[in-house]
């Protein structure tokens, strides 16, 4: 029997509470995740109307090796973004992705808006839209658990997603969680969910899924599970996990302190390293499902709330992005109070990074005078973690015009307060790698404006030398070869076992070998298609701004060349729109 090479894809309508399947594309063309994302924007999606428009998809899709190799684990989010009204991808892990396979659904398109606040549920044998207006303003923990003990399941995989106050009041900074600790959390996918009055999605596969016949498969599959748990290439994720990061950056001088008035404070990182937080507050590891390495680190916060040694404690996830933003970026030096932080983030359903990168910016501002505690309600101190929690209170469900333009991105309220010099957003809140120009243009300027766009901050730690045509041929290519590993989807931090060839057999064995044959150039034909909707959206790379906060930054390279930056920018952008024709 030939290979079906479409996409069974889940049309749901929360207008009608109606759902329909419908096959659609050809994974020879987009393989799946970021390529059947971008094609399924562009069939669904209304590019001229704004991004909160019920008529905008909200997508969700998985490739076609998910479930069938180790570390095919995460899903896409697709959608038009209501931070920069441009189409936007987002990635998470968790429980989803195998969800969705169980569930035999390739891709999961949301559109309309429900009558009430809503949760979706949705599997191989029902699809049901729930009136859940009791679960408004409640944080994503509480709606969790409340989702869990009224809708028990006896599916093999089940994954909820939710909002909280932050995606209901629309901030553009908010994300869904995943889970519990895993998230699409970029570029405002929390307001698109809660513009459509969708507090939650759970999604149940309860179906079961043969292994290929033949040996090929176990072999191919044993082979990369070995490559994964017995060398020493996934060591770093399992150990220590990416907040190993913190004290390498900071000995860089590539660490940004305090809104990124440094690059380093030798004083005080080893207090917020990877390595005190795995001495002092690790409390376990876990996995996102079908991934044998165990990359989720989660610390034990502990806190006493009555004086009679009466104690609570939260469990919180962390890794190097939200330590960085919640913990250098805010100049904070106690372990326990950035998870403290982290944790009322994780309660808003903010993203982590634009949510202590923002701050960082208001609380600058206030010390500059360009805002008065009048607007921030809360004295902002760098290091005062006690008024970055009440802050973030005002962040999800904002009681003012400071607090409701800085939940639109920190650049909404820096144009308004004129301060945008020192504003820390490349394309959106930066990500925690002061590495250098090649990372600024690639962060500010890539598809998902994210240091995984492409490798930037690593070029700029190799390379010495400052050629523009090689650093943009590098952000190019780099970008092609992620385009692979996303419409898979695999977890990037699985790139060195997924290369080009690793993947044409995973897909030969599972019996797609005309799409096997066709991967570099469906990688390209992807990145194509991405930039393509982009532009559809109304991209444009000379609007792209870099502020002057990024010129000022002294790395262990020396200061930063302001005409290398931007003739670099010059050049991608060229390249980017090229790419988009």
């Known amino acids: 029997m030939p290979a079906d090479y479409t996409f069974r894809v889940l049309l749901a309508d929360l207008a009608t509470g109606k759902g329909e399947y419908r096959r659609f594309g050809d994974k020879r063309e987009v393989l799946g995740g970021s390529g059947l994302a971008a094609a399924l924007y562009a069939e669904f999606g209304r590019p001229e109307l704004p991004a909160l428009d019920p008529a905008q998809p909200l997508i969700f899709a998985i490739g076609p090796l998910t479930g069938c ?25 968790g429980r989803l992705a195998l969800s969705l396979r169980f569930a035999h659904i390739d891709a999961l398109v ?30 994503v923990f509480t709606t969790g658990k409340m989702l869990r003990k009224m809708r028990r399941s006896a599916a093999g995989h089940r994954s909820i997603l939710r909002i909280g106050p932050a995606g209901e009041n629309l901030s553009a900074i908010a994300c869904i969680n995943v889970d519990s600790y895993r998230h699409f959390g970029r570029l405002g996918a929390g307001a698109v969910m809660g513009s459509k009055n969708l507090k939650a999605i759970l999604v149940e596969g309860a179906s079961a899924m043969p292994a290929p016949e033949g040996k090929a498969f176990a072999a191919l599959y044993k082979d990369i599970h070995m490559q994964l748990t017995t060398t020493e290439m996934m060591t770093k994720y399992h150990d220590l996990g ?49 991934c044998p390495v165990g990359c989720v680190h989660v610390g034990l916060l502990r806190e006493q709330f009555a004086k009679h040694n009466d104690v609570l404690y939260r469990q919180v996830a962390y890794d190097h992005e939200p330590v960085f933003a919640t913990g250098s970026m805010l100049g904070m030096t106690n372990a326990s109070d950035v998870l403290a932080v982290l944790d009322e983030i994780e309660r808003q359903g903010l993203d982590a990074i634009s949510g202590g990168v923002s701050l960082a910016w208001a609380t600058e501002a206030l010390e500059r005078g360009a805002v008065t505690e009048e607007d921030t309600l809360v004295k902002l101190s760098f290091g ?55 990372f600024f243009v690639s962060q500010a300027m890539g598809l998902r404006h994210s240091h ?35 419409s898979m989807v695999a977890c990037l931090f699985a790139r060195s076992a997924y290369n080009e060839e690793s993947l044409a057999k995973a897909l030969d064995v599972l019996g ?13 034909n992807v990145q194509k298609l991405r930039w393509k909707v982009k532009f559809s959206t109304g991209f444009d790379p000379d609007e792209v701004k870099i502020p002057k906060r990024y010129r000022e930054v002294v790395t262990w390279k020396g200061p930063i060349d302001a005409d290398y930056l931007q003739e670099l920018q010059t050049a991608y952008g060229a390249a980017i729109r090229e790419l988009g024709r």
């Open 512 to 524: 797609f070998p005309e799409a096997a044959a066709n991967v570099p150039q469906a990688a390209a």
């Open 69 to 93: 190799f180790p570390m095919m684990s995460k899903t896409v989010c697709g959608f038009k973004s209501p931070y920069n009204e441009r189409f936007a991808e987002s990635h998470a892990g």
């Open 452 to 486: 995984l766009d492409s490798a930037g901050y690593s070029y700029d730690q190799k390379e010495q030398g400052k050629d523009v045509a090689k650093a943009v041929s590098f952000m190019v290519e780099d970008e092609r070869q992620r385009c692979a590993l996303t």
């Open 242 to 290: 990416t907040a190993q990061n913190m004290a390498v950056m900071n000995k860089l001088r590539a660490l940004p302190w305090r809104n990124m008035q440094t690059t380093h404070d030798d004083e005080h990182i080893a207090a917020i390293s990877g390595e005190t937080f795995a001495r002092e507050l690790l409390l376990r590891k876990t996995a996102c499902t079908g």
């Open 384 to 438: 005062d973690a006690a008024a970055y929690r009440e802050a973030l209170g005002h962040l999800g469900a904002p009681p003012n015009e400071f607090w409701r333009l800085l939940a639109q991105g920190t650049l909404a309220a820096a144009k308004r307060y004129n301060a945008e010099d020192y504003a820390c957003v490349l394309g959106q809140e930066m990500a925690g790698y002061a590495t250098g120009e090649v």
């Open 110 to 139: 949301i559109r309309g808006r429900a009558p009430t606040l809503s949760a979706l549920s949705a599997g191989i044998r029902h699809f049901e839209l729930q009136d859940t207006h009791y679960l408004k303003g409640l944080d």
